[in-house]
Every structure is written in structure tokens, then in C-alpha cells.
């Protein structure tokens, strides 16, 4: 019963219609993540999804040739990270790594796809959260290519919050 009434907390969760949230509530697994922690892999089969509960930030981290790393998308109690709207197991394109630790929900994404084989709205929801998700890479290659330091670390800032 915890982690149902967490989801709430989580703007994702809470806003998928009732009968979709149905069919993946009861396997919703509340827990602590620290920071760090690293949710998958490049080319790992992402198995779990994580929906960040207040307070904790998960970002996707593209590797560099040179070794260094890049934040390509963080994501807060705003949504989700890992599997959630591809189609099946899917290999990992980034690094999913917790940011900012703290509570979240896990899922398994066999239960996402089994609830979407029974649900057009789910799987309309989960391609809308989709296109928000490219919307916000968009916005990101954007506004690094057009503004200078200060402005991203604004934009940074206020995603954070």
C-alpha cells in the first residue's frame, strides 16, 4: 500500500487514468536510491523503470571518446527514466544514474509491457510522454548551442528545483 500512495507524489504516475495505473500499481516497489546509483548501463537491457519521488533527480549521462561524460536529460518527480517508452528490453543508449538520491519507485518494464498490451490509453499516454521527452532534448541541444554559460546553468537551476 506505500508505494500506491507515494505515486501520487509522482507527476507521471498521477497522471495516468485510473484504470491504466490499475494494472501496474501492485507492482510498484517503493525505494531509497543514493546518489550515484547507477539505474543501467550503455548497451545494458534496461529491466527497471525509476520514477523519481520529490527530492530525488535521475539524469541519462552520454560517455565521451575523450572520457569525460555529458547530462544529456535529467529527470525529477516529473516523469520517469529507463525503458518507459520503448517496447520491450531494449538496450540502454546512456548511462541512467541517480543525481540526487532519495525515494523513488521501481517497476519492472515486463509489467509496463503487459499493461500496454492491454491498453491503447497507456500506450497513448506513454508515446505523448515520448514526445515530451524529445521536446525537452530539443530544447537542451538548443539552448547550448545559442546561450552562453550563465544562461544554461540558469535553465539547469530551474530544472533542479
Known amino acids: 500500500m506505500k508505494a500506491i500512495q507515494a505515486a501520487k507524489q509522482n507527476n507521471f504516475l498521477a ?11 501492485a507492482k510498484l516497489e517503493a525505494r531509497i536510491l543514493e546518489t550515484g546509483h547507477v539505474l543501467f548501463d550503455v548497451a545494458e537491457d534496461v529491466d527497471t523503470i525509476c520514477f523519481p519521488l520529490p527530492n530525488t533527480i535521475a539524469s541519462l549521462v552520454l560517455g565521451l571518446r ?10 525529477g518527480r516529473e516523469g520517469a527514466i529507463g525503458g518507459i517508452v520503448s517496447s520491450g528490453h531494449k538496450p540502454a543508449f546512456a548511462r541512467g544514474v541517480i ?5 523513488a519507485l521501481m517497476l519492472r518494464t515486463n509489467a509496463l509491457e503487459r499493461a500496454k ?18 521536446a525537452q532534448v530539443l530544447q537542451s541541444v538548443a539552448c547550448n548551442a545559442l546561450h552562453d554559460f550563465d544562461a544554461r546553468l540558469a535553465r539547469w537551476l530551474l530544472m533542479i528545483h
Open 15 to 25: 497522471a495516468m487514468k485510473p484504470g491504466d495505473f490499475a494494472l501496474i500499481s
Open 66 to 75: 575523450d572520457g569525460s561524460s555529458a547530462e544529456s536529460m535529467i529527470v
Open 99 to 103: 543525481h540526487i538520491g532519495g525515494p
Open 117 to 134: 498490451q492491454q491498453s491503447p490509453t497507456l500506450r497513448d499516454f506513454l508515446a505523448r510522454y515520448s514526445d515530451c521527452l524529445l
